[in-house]
């Protein structure tokens, strides 16, 4: 059985990722990119779905794991009886290549490892043929074939035993043993052995340079800088396009059906992601997504989806594998997600509000960029008024949520700005006409006068923990009383010890079965949200409790159990890092006005 999803770590080469174990197996992995079908899948299922362990024989005393510096180098150190030796495991970034690695390094005494690997390519349905091979540069490689996938693996010998292969190898104090895997079109031959040495240097300079050009605040410096890390390593060198998280099926209700794929590219979740990098100073982030976004989107404003995939794939037919049993006995297992029709209007807004902070941070527009946002708020101009899946892929009837309508606001308002402040050309007059409309809808039926509380639906009582929102793109200040009042709405009707809900799930909004766990990027919200509105201590007090859900490598996923204890959904996710780094800034911002409050009231 798969282990707890906080027991894993990520290493990654900005193409793919792997889950790492703390028990020593890669237990996910799908080569060569994040969306491809998986290679190791004993994470939605057992060891016989594909697996690659590496860890002592026996006698384990104690382990721990950190990254290396500002990398996704995984460094693990193992105690055992005997000895004591390190573990170091990364995927090689600038090589061109789709390649584990993992050395290990005795450190004292002598300790024995044992090697299982079981390849099991096309998401635990094909196994491969495998042959034992020879050549001038190697000792031993295994060469794993099925259709049109391979993997050469290089290392101590290993020998088949019922469908696996194995190896028992022992280092002493000094002794370096190197062991890799490469993926490789079936159709070509084995890619040569790397030069470990020059791997390791090379990708640990990569990750160094670029988390270099951090602008960091004054608080919670660590986890913002790791957060920061993650979004790039769940960012596609080549293409730009940012995946939701590394991972498929990892449940939001433990032994339920809500199981999605989340390695695609959200509208929402990259437009937010951009944000923050630009706030930490990685300008030349905004031009590559750009980039990604006009290639993705191309063509008719009517034709616009609210993910695609990482190279801007539009078809993202949500099916089940029958064969894996799932994360722990959640089932079904999805790829492809059927969200990907439908239709958010939310969307707009985060796009337009991600490529106006792109503007004032001195992105300058292309030929096509500013052509294609007028194209995009054509379309909108058209359709606001329709009613939509909101922000959470509600899978019940459409609706007018208040959440989205506000989000069309700010899309509006941008366009605007872009007018008025840049000097860009657009039906300034027009637009400002519809964004006064939609304020004015908003406020007479998604507001609840009798309770103070915008809503989560026009006509509804109940509330969304999307309404946090609202304050965060200007559509209401943080401390207007129609917010104040919202928030007491969230509090007594969506924390959960201590922990904020998307939704009521019991209500039956989004036509699913079961219930789900806090949803971590609502609790960020809410903090963001407190430090804006002159209640600090709780800002910090949350902050600091939800941050120490991390794991012992600083990864976040999708949801947390405070109950069990454990974290819930995909992993890593990049709405919950994005919304922690968000979070931080606010409570930075809110510290720094308070200290400048005290100097001015001291002269």
Known sequence: MALAIEDYALIGDCHTAALVGNDGSIDWLCLPRFDSAST???????????????????????TSRRYLDDTFILVTRWVTETGEAEVTELMPIGDRRADVVRRVCGIR?????????????????????????????????????????????????????????????SVTAGQTVDLSLTWYPSHRDA??????????????????????????????????????????????EDTGGIVAAATTSLPEDFGGTRNWDYRYVWLRDASLTLDVLLHHGFDSEATRWRNWLLRAIAGDPADVQIMYGLAGERRLTESEISWLPGYQGAAPVRIGNGAHTQYQGDIFGEVMIALQHARENGITESKYSWPLQRALMSFVEANWTRPDNGIWEIRGPLRHFTHSRVMIWAAFDCAIRAVREHGLEGP????????????????????????????????????????????????VAPDDPRMLGTVAALESQLLHEGLLLRYRTELGVDGLEGVEHPFLACSFWLVEQYARSSRLAESTALMDRLVGFANDVGLLSEEYDPIAGRQVGNTPQALTHLTLVRAADAISAAQEAELAAVRSAAR
Not at 131 to 143: I, K, P
Not at 194 to 221: D, F, H, S
């Open 428 to 475: 300034v007059a027009t637009w400002e006409k519809i964004r006064e409309e939609i304020r004015t809808e908003v406020e007479e039926q998604g507001f609840d006068v009798a309770n103070n509380t915008y809503t989560q639906y026009y006509g509804s009582t109940g509330v969304d923990a999307s309404l946090l929102q609202l304050a965060q793109v200007g559509f």
């Open 109 to 169: 005494g002598t300790v024995e490892f044992s090697e299982e690997l079981s390849i099991r390519f096309a998401y635990a349905e094909a196994v491969p043929w495998m042959r034992q091979s020879r050549s001038s540069d190697e000792s031993h490689a295994l060469v794993a074939v099925a259709g049109p996938d391979a993997i050469v693996m290089r290392g101590p010998r290993l020998k088949a035993h019922q469908q696996r292969h194995r190896a028992v190898f």
């Open 40 to 62: 190791f899948a004993a994470l939605l299922g057992d060891p016989d779905h594909g697996r690659w362990l590496l860890a002592p024989s026996s006698g384990v005393l104690a």
């Open 191 to 236: 890619p040569a052995a790397l030069n470990v040495n020059e791997q390791i240097a090379m990708t640990e300079k990569w990750w160094t340079n670029w988390a270099a050009a951090c602008i960091p605040n004054t608080r919670y410096t660590e986890q913002v800088r790791r957060s920061l890390l993650v979004l790039r390593a769940l960012t596609h």
